[in-house]
């Protein structure tokens, strides 16, 4: 791995970061969240134009800029320094890569050029809360989270007017912009319970049977919305070659390998804006006629939140580059070696990430004092946005599981983290970690627990 950006990497972050200065301060962020779009479309109009924003990493093809995943990233981080309400995480992070990887050439075609010019806003819906599982974050690529056929998922269903699209029925919850977006690619499952498959679906912002409101989002600079589906006309995104929709998962899964490095860049840009805002009032706030920051107990804070910062900064930096590098022949023993590596790196960056942005945002409202709980002060937008992140893409402790289960940590069905079946919590006698075993010991495999045949001590891993 270079350590060292290129020319044109730091000329694209400089130039965000004078632009995003100049028009995304903290007063334009809490007027941008109350319109209703839900971000400054003049702001993102200027983005699209000056800097090829949407279209950063499509190809030049479709009107792309042609960069990767560690422009993505580095553009993300200085968004995340001022908490830019827009719909770039949603269009150019979820939705775009996916029309890139299923879409027919014509479908490409159509609506990926527009994506990169800032004319089409996109946004992904998956049944549920189900996010960080279909896009392989925290949960396996086994389909569960479609809903499975059952109630709860979204169904679709071959038009019966006889024309060769789809009709969908269904709710999806917390739909990142999907109040505002002109498209929607819906995850829906089609054949039934016991044949069913999860294909993606693209549904205009104008579909007939198509119901979209804005929730109240505890981060309001990312806007949330619930999707009605009711007998909803749907056009099939990619071909239906009747296969078992793997592709499907396979393609989210690399999204979702691309997206947390984006993720943890985002969090880092965040909680270091935020820590050096604490560490600017620390110098000039001043008790016992002396700055407060003089103190060695507000230093050694400050000081573990700055080395938290810089190692969450580096494994995303990692994940960005390995999520660059598994792009290659996918045939390739190698590259499936390489993108097996991207998902644990990003998994683990965007974890550390949270955990350092949640730290930074904390400590910022404590050592700001009165002010830094009140609603005028910034400091609690950095508290909303931690707190949404880990909601929306976590939790941590999931994250880190998932990427120990990639990295082949838990063998066994039997040794899945955080004890007991499923991971959660123990009571049977042969629990996991975490859990008691026949011996009467808290954590850990007990040492006569011969479930699989096997005899002996079992090594317990902690994540």
């Given at each position: 791995m270079d350590a060292a950006f290129t020319e044109e990497q730091d000329e694209i972050r400089r130039t965000l970061r004078e632009l995003l200065r100049e028009r995304c301060g903290p007063e334009e962020v809490k007027a941008a969240v109350h319109t209703a779009p839900g971000y400054d479309e003049a702001l993102w109009r200027r983005l699209a134009r000056t800097l090829g924003l949407p279209g950063l990493a499509l190809p030049t093809a479709y009107g792309g800029v042609g960069c990767g995943v560690t422009e993505l990233a580095l553009a993300c981080e200085e968004t995340g320094r001022v908490l830019?309400?827009?719909?770039?995480?949603?269009?150019?992070?979820?939705?775009?890569?996916?029309?890139?990887?299923?879409?027919?050439?014509?479908?490409?075609?159509?609506?990926l050029p527009r994506i990169a010019e800032g004319t089409l806003t996109a946004a992904l819906a998956v049944p549920g809360r189900a996010l960080p599982e279909a896009l392989g974050l925290t949960g396996a690529r086994d389909g569960a989270w479609a809903g499975g056929g059952r109630a709860g998922g979204v169904q679709a269903r071959p038009d019966t007017g006889g024309g060769a699209g789809w009709r969908l029925y269904g709710q999806v919850e917390q739909v990142l912009g999907g109040h505002s977006a002109e498209l929607l690619l819906v995850a829906a499952r089609a054949g039934g319970y016991t044949r069913g498959r999860t294909l993606l679906f693209r549904v205009p912002a104008g579909a007939d049977g198509l119901v979209r409101t804005r929730l109240t989002a505890l981060d309001a600079t990312r806007p949330q919305a619930r999707i009605q589906l009711r007998d909803v006309p749907a056009e099939l995104l990619g071909v239906d070659d009747g296969g078992s929709g793997d592709e499907v998962a396979e393609a989210l899964?690399?999204?979702?390998?691309?997206?947390?490095?984006?993720?943890?860049?985002?969090?880092?840009?965040?909680?270091?804006?935020?820590?050096?805002?604490?560490?600017?009032?620390?110098?000039?706030?001043?008790?016992?006629?002396?700055?407060?920051?003089?103190?060695?107990?507000?230093?050694?804070?400050?000081?573990?939140?700055?080395?938290?910062?810089?190692?969450?900064?580096?494994?995303?930096?990692y994940a960005a580059w390995a999520a660059a590098q598994s792009g290659v022949d996918a045939t390739d023993a190698t590259a499936a070696a390489a993108a097996v590596e991207a998902g644990v790196a990003g998994g683990l960056a965007l974890a550390q990430a949270l955990d350092a942005q949640r730290r930074a945002a904390a400590d910022a409202v404590q050592l700001h004092g009165g002010i830094g709980f009140t609603w005028e002060h910034e400091a609690h937008l950095y508290v909303k946005r931690a707190a949404s992140d880990e909601l929306l893409f976590g939790p941590v402790h999931r994250l880190r599981a998932r990427a120990a289960e990639r990295d082949g940590l838990f063998a066994g069905p039997d040794r899945v983290p955080y004890g007991g079946h499923g991971g959660h919590g123990g009571h049977d006698e042969c629990d996991g970690i975490g859990g008691r075993g026949k011996d009467g010991k808290n954590g850990g495999y007990s040492g006569n627990d011969d479930r699989d045949g096997r005899d002996g001590l079992r090594k317990a891993v902690t994540v």
């Open positions: 830019l309400p827009s719909p770039f995480l949603a269009t150019a992070v979820f939705a775009a890569p996916l029309i890139a990887a299923l879409g027919t050439e014509a479908q490409r075609a159509e609506l899964s690399e999204v979702g390998t691309a997206a947390a490095a984006v993720l943890a860049a985002e969090a880092v840009g965040a909680a270091d804006a935020v820590l050096a805002r604490t560490v600017g009032y620390v110098r000039t706030r001043e008790q016992f006629g002396r700055p407060i920051g003089s103190f060695q107990a507000v230093k050694h804070r400050l000081a573990d939140v700055y080395v938290a910062v810089q190692a969450a900064r580096s494994a995303a930096y």
